[in-house]
């Protein structure tokens, strides 16, 4: 004879499909109660790309500026995304094709799992980060 208690009963001699069924649903409502509702946020990574330590391209500081406050301003509404936190990883591309396809690919490869690219705001730069996201999927912004 199997047992499985649901809204404060027993029931017995039940299918064992319907048993499986039933025991999934608790499980899913057990886990429900554990987490809390609405206590945890779903992480969003974004991959970051600015010349951070280029002397004549101080004004790139002010992107990163603003983007920072955009971020903090989403993650603490109610409104937007709100069960998302937005974090950047930024990597400085120093304005150089080549220094910035080897912190795009170390990027690709390093956890966290980024889900699209920032950036990275030199012409050169740009094209050559577009052409490489696209083999992984990646949306350019």
């Known amino acids: 004879m199997s047992l499985c ?17 039933l025991a999934g649903t608790l499980n899913v409502l057990l886990m429900l109660l554990l987490v809390g509702r609405g206590t945890s ?17 101080e004004s790139f ?10 971020l903090r301003q989403i993650n603490s509404s109610p409104h937007i995304l709100k ?8 990597n400085d591309s120093k304005c150089n ?13 390093d956890k966290p ?14 094209d050559i980060i577009a052409k490489a996201a696209n083999y992984w999927k990646l949306i350019q912004v």
């Open 41 to 57: 946020k779903h992480q969003i990574y974004v991959g970051g790309f600015l010349p951070f330590n280029e002397p004549n391209l």
């Open 61 to 70: 500081r002010s992107i990163k500026a603003a983007s920072d406050l955009a």
């Open 113 to 126: 799992t980024k889900m699209f690219i920032f950036g990275a705001t030199c012409s050169p730069v740009t």
């Open 5 to 21: 208690w649901t809204s404060c009963s027993l029931v017995r001699d039940q299918d064992p499909s319907k048993m499986a069924r």
């Open 97 to 109: 094709p080549g220094v910035c396809l080897k912190e795009f690919f170390d990027m690709v490869h």
């Open 83 to 90: 069960d998302y936190h937005l974090s950047i990883i930024w």
